[in-house]
């Protein structure tokens, strides 16, 4: 049987991933004896895509997880940090900052990248469908539009952005939650007819999955929904997947089934909706009677941040390539409105164009290869997120 085109672990751990001319930097540095010399190396962005304001800082514990056992130190904002890029085009502040050889880490800078970019690209578009979804529920259901290998990539970024469930089990086991979901319309085909699919799921299923039947496979949604009433007798919810040919207004469309099921007493029967919904979408019915919504494509395909690794002090002394800025520096952020500021000393006074002092924000995340501190647990990471977007919203 052939192989899958993915990396396994030890394949990106072992360097297998990188772009070759790392390995032949390594290579001619250790023939020419200065493999050992130290540096800073400095990981930034300038501009965020698609004119985001803010972004959301993610990936970090999988770098560290990377690195861990190599003599390197580094120095962070903490996972789950929102913040702003700089608007006046001067020093790149650092999201990142790591010590030690470069020849140490130096092969892992493509994944070090990968795992930061990506990430935050997500998270960050998740959070932004948070706050466009007026707060309610939203369910991350993009993993069947990226390569299977990442899943749990994405769904933990996702959900640390501020969805509310992810889909996949390996994004369960990750997340620490329970994996979401309803049926495909695969189910209703097969069984021939919505009703005898409906009752199939709910003789067959563990009763502990909530009963949400999706009823736009067959008929009228409004008709579905009824039928899903009738035939489940705990039902939760129904969902509308409706197709763009097919949907015409979907606020009305929406509005009339849910007039259908309060008529017929089902008042407690919640209406999610899914199918192509991005921030923008989701934005322009969030203020209808639709409880949760279940986005895909636009948060599993997120921009992914444009960050890059610089080195800028070796052997103790300030170096840069052009375009770059020299020294070690350290990272502040305004506790008002998230605007980055940077410094050459841990303890300076900056204010932010706010009027607000910025606080220094990055922290020792690893010494010599050994983590500092416990791992934060994915929810422990999306509450502060969460805690941040709002704020951040309501400026």
């Not at 004119?51 to 514990?61: E, H, M, P, S």
């Not at 991350?140 to 749990?152: E, K, L, T, Y």
């Not at 129904?238 to 309060?262: A, C």
Request: net charge negative; with cysteine.
């Amino acid at each position: 049987m052939a192989d899958l085109f993915n990396a396994s672990e030890s394949e990106i751990r072992d360097g297998n991933t990188m772009d070759v001319y790392f390995e032949r930097t390594n290579r001619i540095l250790e023939s020419r004896g200065i493999a050992g010399v130290p540096v800073w190396a400095e990981f930034t962005g300038s501009s965020l895509p698609r004119g985001w304001d803010w972004a959301v800082f993610c990936g970090l514990q999988e770098v560290l997880n990377l690195l861990e056992g190599k003599p390197v130190s580094i120095h962070s904002v903490p996972e789950g940090t929102v913040f702003r890029p700089r608007t006046d085009n001067s020093v790149r502040v650092p999201l990142m900052n790591l010590y030690g050889a470069y020849t140490d880490f130096g092969e892992m800078e493509t994944a070090i990248l990968g795992m930061l970019c990506q990430p935050s690209g997500i998270a960050t578009a998740a959070a932004r469908t948070k706050i466009a979804a007026k707060w309610k529920t939203v369910l991350a259901f993009g993993n069947r539009r990226m390569h299977p290998a990442i899943s749990g990539v994405i769904d933990r970024s996702a959900y640390i952005g501020g969805c509310d469930g992810v889909s996949s089990k390996i994004g369960g086991e990750i997340t620490g939650t329970t994996p979401v979901g309803t049926v495909p319309h695969a189910l209703m085909l097969m069984m021939g007819s919505n009703d005898t699919a409906f009752k199939a799921f709910d003789e067959v299923i563990e009763p502990e999955v909530p009963r949400i039947m999706l009823i736009d496979t067959f008929s009228d949604e409004r008709t579905a929904a009824l039928d899903a009433c009738r035939s489940v007798k705990n039902l939760k919810g129904v969902r509308l997947d409706t197709p763009g040919s097919r949907r015409g207004n979907f606020r009305d469309l929406i509005n009339e089934v849910r007039w259908e099921l309060d008529m017929y007493g089902y008042k407690d029967v919640e209406i999610i909706v899914s199918g192509g919904l991005d921030e923008d979408s989701v934005a322009a019915i969030a203020d209808t009677c639709v409880s949760s919504f279940g986005v895909g494509t636009s948060i599993s395909n997120a921009p992914t941040l444009d960050l890059s690794m610089d080195i800028v002090e070796k052997n103790g002394k300030p170096l840069s390539k052009r375009g770059k800025f020299g020294g070690r520096k350290y990272t502040y952020r305004c506790p008002h409105c998230f605007e980055m500021g940077v410094s050459l000393s841990p303890d300076d006074d900056l204010k932010c164009h706010c009027g607000s002092m910025m606080d220094m924000i990055e922290v020792p995340v690893m010494k010599d290869g050994v983590k500092v501190g416990p791992d934060r647990s994915p929810s422990e990471i999306r509450e502060s997120v969460l805690k941040q977007v709002k704020q951040i919203s309501e400026l």
